[in-house]
């Protein structure tokens, strides 16, 4: 979907840079789905979510699994 939203790849770069600084997931960047934890997982989720710019999330527990430090 985000490919379709942001059809210039420069914004669309752009626009990943920021979702993984925003939850701290630039570690993991490389790193395949199934490696992933639990809570990095979420944290993905959350991301992609975010992408589009929605005007309202309808989350189910969403931090449920994640470290709180973190």
Do not use: T
Request: glycine share 6%; net charge positive; with cysteine.
């Amino acid at each position: 979907a985000a490919q379709i939203f942001y059809k210039d790849k420069k914004i669309l770069h752009d626009k990943v840079e920021q979702m993984l600084e925003l939850l701290s997931i630039e570690p993991i960047r490389l790193r395949k789905g199934l490696s992933l934890s639990g809570g990095e997982r979420r944290r993905c989720e959350i991301a992609r979510s975010l992408m589009c710019e929605p005007k309202f999330l309808l989350l189910d527990e969403p931090f449920a699994g994640v470290d709180p430090i973190a």
